[in-house]
């Protein structure tokens, strides 16, 4: 298995400003994704956080709005950026791969929410 | 492509009867299949999977799920519910679960007294 941190754990921001939310994982992983859950809604992926090189976005989300850093196997970044209430979500960083016998293990979340 | 349905958003069971949370899959090849599970202001724990092995997979908290290609279902049972069951559970599908992972909409199950 592996082990997941998220910081922060929760965050009330102003509208307009960023935050960049942080994922470390124990141990060197191929795969590191991004989520987002909508209030009462289900997962939604964000981007593929590939290391050395820059992420793959789902439709719907775009690096300018959702910027996403991947310096090494055990850490990535995602920032959210111009928040608007819309913003206000809890996201997710997982992992995955074949060393994780093709499972996906999740972190905590940052639950967000934009005033 | 790949996709999933839950046929239910919402499900209620008394304790101590059976549970039955239905999903519906779509996979262009032989998928992978999860059932993860939500408890309130806590993360994602994985309850089962379904990765071409038996088609009757057991998972953690006595879980069970089948997979029935010629249905194209996974549903998820359990013989008897126990209030610390009530949270919300998501059927997952991939073509490669190394790769990307499509979320279920979720069903939330409540258990009453």
């Known amino acids: 298995s592996a082990v997941i941190s998220q910081k922060p754990s929760r965050d009330i921001c102003q509208r307009g400003t960023s935050l960049t939310i942080q994922c470390q994982v124990d141990?060197?992983?191929?795969?590191m994704f991004w989520y987002r859950q909508q209030p009462g809604q289900s997962l939604t992926l964000i981007a593929t956080a590939n290391q050395g090189s820059e992420a793959t976005y789902e439709s719907g989300f775009v690096i300018d709005k959702f910027p996403i850093s991947r310096p090494n196997l055990t850490f990535s970044t995602l920032t959210v950026s111009n928040m608007s209430p819309e913003d206000s979500s809890i996201y997710l960083c997982s992992v995955g791969g074949r060393a994780l016998y093709n499972e996906q293990f999740f972190g905590p979340g940052t639950r967000l929410t934009v005033l | 492509a790949q996709s999933v349905t839950q046929l239910d958003s919402h499900v209620s069971v008394s304790e101590g009867t059976p549970v039955l949370l239905r999903c519906n899959y779509s996979?262009?090849?032989?998928?992978?299949l999860f059932w993860y599970v939500q408890h309130p202001n806590k993360g994602l724990q994985l309850l089962l999977k379904?990765?071409?092995?038996?088609?009757l997979v057991k998972g953690i908290n006595g879980f069970e799920a089948e997979f029935k290609k010629s249905e194209t279902s996974f549903h998820l049972t359990k013989p008897s519910a126990h209030m610390s069951d009530a949270a919300e559970y998501f059927c997952?599908?991939?073509?490669?679960?190394?790769?990307?992972?499509?979320f279920g909409s979720g069903t939330r199950l409540s258990i009453r007294p």
């Open positions: 997952v599908v991939s073509e490669n679960p190394a790769s990307k992972i499509i």
């Open positions: 996979s262009s090849y032989s998928p992978s």
């Open positions: 379904y990765t071409s092995a038996a088609t």
């Open positions: 141990s060197q992983v191929t795969m």
